[in-house]
T-cell receptor, first 112, second 116 residues
Framework: GQQVMQIPQYQHVQEGEDFTTYCNSS?????IQWYKQRPGGHPVFLIQ?????EVKKQKRLTFQFGEAKKNSSLHITATQTTDVGTYFC????????????FGTGTKLQVIP | DVKVTQSSRYLVKRTGEKVFLECVQD?????MFWYRQDPGLGLRLIYF???????EKGDIPEGYSVSREKKERFSLILESASTNQTSMYLC???????????????FGPGTRLTVT
């Protein structure tokens, strides 16, 4: 079945440093979504990428979808303490019907 | 304001008990999902439903069943709870997109289930 891996599992950064998490799928994806889960909270949708090679930005966050639609990345520029949380990617298999597979998540800790 | 609610935030049950976890959404979404979240494993899909009375197995359906009698309600049932089912359970809903294209999921607050 489809597997979605994320690296790293954990990341500690000093406030102001950049951060990147990578997402890799074993199969080609129709689209990829990114979610953020604050400590003690539930996942909240950030963005969706659909096109091969697509790049989207939300303020300090940059999201990329690979050319082969099997990988994606989330980059945060100049992290802030409000960025703390776990970031998940979630991919829809191109052969599937609405079934979304979540990645293992990257837990970000920002040291003030 | 979209809302997904779950019947309990915390639940403690004994091994062998039958457990019902309820999820209700008020967004008229076609799709509903049940996940369990464990440290280091991310969110794993147990079951999902794309319409009333319809269900599809996710990645880890063993030991679980589901029921969707009404569009807004999706129930997860543990027929005979076991200690390895101690976990955080998250319900989510989404609109139905074009086939193969998942849409934004809205999550409930989660139920932390402990089986002793």
């Amino acid at each position: 079945g489809q597997q979605v891996m994320q690296i790293p599992q954990y990341q500690h950064v000093q406030e102001g440093e950049d951060f990147t998490t990578y997402c890799n799928s074993s199969t080609t994806l129709s689209n990829i979504q990114w979610y953020k889960q604050r400590p003690g909270g539930h996942p909240v949708f950030l963005i969706q990428l659909v096109k091969s090679g697509e790049v989207k930005k939300q303020k300090r966050l940059t999201f990329q979808f690979g050319e082969a639609k099997k990988n994606s990345s989330l980059h945060i520029t100049a992290t802030q303490t409000t960025d703390v949380g776990t970031y998940f990617c979630a991919g829809t298999d191109s052969g599937g019907y609405q079934k979304v597979t979540f990645g293992t998540g990257t837990k970000l800790q920002v040291i003030p | 304001d979209v809302k997904v609610t779950q019947s309990s935030r915390y639940l403690v049950k004994r091994t062998g008990e039958k457990v019902f976890l309820e999820c209700v959404q008020d967004m008229d979404h076609e799709n509903m999902f049940w996940y369990r979240q464990d440290p280091g494993l991310g969110l794993r899909l147990i079951y999902f439903s794309y319409d009333v009375k319809m269900k599809e197995k996710g990645d880890i359906p063993e030991g679980y069943s589901v029921s969707r009698e009404k569009k807004e309600r999706f129930s997860l049932i543990l027929e005979s709870a076991s200690t390895n089912q101690t976990s955080m359970y998250l319900c989510a809903s989404s609109e139905r997109g074009l086939a193969g294209v998942g849409l934004e999921q809205y999550f409930g607050p989660g139920t932390r289930l402990t089986v002793t």
